[in-house]
C-alpha cells in the first residue's frame, strides 16, 4: 500500500470519527466540506478544473453544492475508496494525491486543540520531502524575500532565491505543510525579523 493510500484511509477514519460538522483548516469548511471538494476533485471531471481555474469557478460551486448534500457517510465512503477505474488520476495516484490526502488529513486533525504531529517513519517523511522539492518554488513564489528550506538531516533546498534569506527548519512534513499554507506547523524560522515575518504571512496558495 503506498502512502498515498494509507494517508486516504487514515483520513476517511479521522472523518467518521470528527463528523461532518466539524471545522477544517480550509479556510470556513468544515468535515463534510471537504469531503465533497475530494469527491468532486476525483468523480466529477467536468467541474474539477473549477478548483484552478477561475472561469470555472461557478460551476465548480453550483457542483459542489449538489454533492455535499448527499449523506455523510456515502461521501466519506468515496472518499475512502479513492478515483474510479476510468479517472485520469487513478493511474497516478502514488504521486498525484500524496500531498492532497497528506495535507487533508492535517488539516482534519489539526484543527482543534491539542494536536500534536504524529510519528512518522523515515521513508514517509522522505517521500514528502521529494513532495516538497516539487511544490516548494511555487508555494513561496509571492515571498518578498529568499526562502530556504532545511530538514532535520541538514538538507537545504532554496524555494526563493533573493536577499534578505530565512531559513525555515523542521521535518519535512511540517516544511510540506507550511508551504501549502498552513499555519498550525512545528518550524523555526530564522533570519531578519522583519523577513521573517512577511514569509509566515505570505500568500502560499497554489
Same mark, same amino acid.
Given at each position: 500500500? %503506498? ?9 476517511? =477514519?479521522?472523518?467518521?470519527? @470528527?463528523?461532518?460538522?466539524? $471545522? ?5 469548511? *468544515? ?8 469527491? #468532486? ?9 473549477? @478548483? ?28 475512502? %475508496? ?6 485520469p488520476l487513478r493511474?497516478?495516484?502514488? #504521486?498525484?494525491?500524496? *500531498? ?7 488539516? !482534519? $486533525? ?9 510519528e512518522l517513519t523515515? =521513508? ?11 511544490? =516548494? $518554488? ?8 529568499? !526562502? ?6 541538514? $538538507?537545504?533546498? %532554496? ?9 525555515? *527548519? ?16 512545528? @518550524? ?19
Open positions: 500500500m %503506498t502512502m498515498a493510500q494509507r494517508e486516504r484511509r487514515s483520513l476517511a =477514519a479521522a472523518m467518521t470519527e @470528527i463528523g461532518p460538522d466539524a $471545522r477544517t483548516l480550509c479556510g470556513d469548511w *468544515t468535515v463534510r466540506d471537504l469531503a465533497a471538494h475530494l469527491v #468532486v476533485r476525483e468523480r466529477r471531471p467536468d467541474a474539477a478544473p473549477g @478548483i484552478l481555474v477561475p472561469a470555472f469557478a461557478g460551476y465548480l460551486d453550483r457542483v459542489q453544492a449538489k454533492v455535499v448534500r448527499q449523506p455523510f457517510e456515502e461521501l466519506v465512503e468515496l472518499v475512502r %475508496t479513492g478515483p474510479p477505474w476510468w479517472s493511474p497516478v495516484d502514488a #504521486v498525484a494525491n500524496l *500531498t492532497e490526502m497528506f495535507v487533508h488529513h492535517e488539516d !482534519v $486533525r489539526r484543527a482543534g486543540s491539542g494536536w500534536e504531529p504524529r523515515d =521513508a514517509d517523511q522522505e517521500h514528502l520531502w521529494r513532495a516538497l522539492g516539487r511544490a =516548494a $518554488r511555487l508555494a513561496y513564489r509571492k515571498s518578498p524575500v529568499g !526562502v530556504v528550506l532545511v530538514d532535520p538531516r541538514g $538538507r537545504r533546498l %532554496t524555494a526563493r532565491g533573493g536577499e534578505p534569506e530565512v531559513v525555515l *527548519t523542521g521535518a519535512p512534513a511540517e516544511l510540506l505543510l507550511h508551504a501549502f499554507g498552513r499555519d498550525e506547523v512545528r @518550524i523555526e524560522a530564522d533570519g531578519d525579523p522583519e523577513a521573517v515575518a512577511a514569509v509566515l504571512s505570505s500568500d502560499r496558495s497554489f
